[in-house]
């Protein structure tokens, strides 16, 4: 029986490791997110600076998004996105109840769940308390966890920012 147990759990304790792992890059990316939209911020912290694009992203989606970089719109206005992918809006307010949580790893791949409210300035109507929900694709590479997707909703339809930069690259 004991031996069972011990065998359960040496194959439980990879997966929650890449679990937790995979909370690290999305974090990054909520603090950012979260001081960007804190009334009265200051200066804003691009998700996408190059320091944070080849450290905390994989090489898929660095490549992708350079791709729509390299537009004449983002050459332009500084970004291939003309709105915030994270809270997938261009107007909100300061972001309450963030929570981050992993979900299972699937085929290499580790889902985690970003929800909070980003909408409460705006009135009590429960339109304006509703939380918001974006998932992050993270794989690991070379080592590290890295974010592959970000996936936001949009119409009852699920949104894949990969799939944005490569329309946005083609245009």
Not at 55 to 73: C, G, I, P, Q, W
Request: with cysteine.
């Amino acid at each position: 029986m004991l031996k069972a147990g011990l065998i359960a759990l040496g194959l439980l304790l990879p997966t929650a490791a890449l679990a937790a792992d995979a909370l690290v890059p999305v974090r990054e990316v909520m603090s950012a997110t979260e001081a960007n939209w804190q009334e009265g911020a200051s200066e804003f912290q691009d998700v996408f600076a190059e320091d944070r694009l080849v450290r905390l992203f994989s090489k898929d989606f660095v490549e992708r998004y350079r791709k729509a970089a390299n537009t004449e719109y983002a050459k332009e206005s500084g970004s291939p996105f003309s709105y915030d992918v994270i809270v997938n809006g261009q107007d909100g307010c300061a972001l309450r109840n963030i929570t981050i949580t992993p979900g299972p790893a699937k085929g290499g791949a580790t889902e985690v769940l970003a929800k909070f409210q980003n909408l409460t300035c705006f009135g009590n109507d429960q339109e304006y308390q509703a939380f918001t929900e974006t998932r992050f694709k993270v794989i690991t590479e070379g080592g590290k966890p890295v974010i592959d997707d970000i996936i936001t909703m949009m119409d009852g339809s699920a949104l894949s920012i990969k799939s944005e930069l490569d329309a946005l690259a083609a245009q």
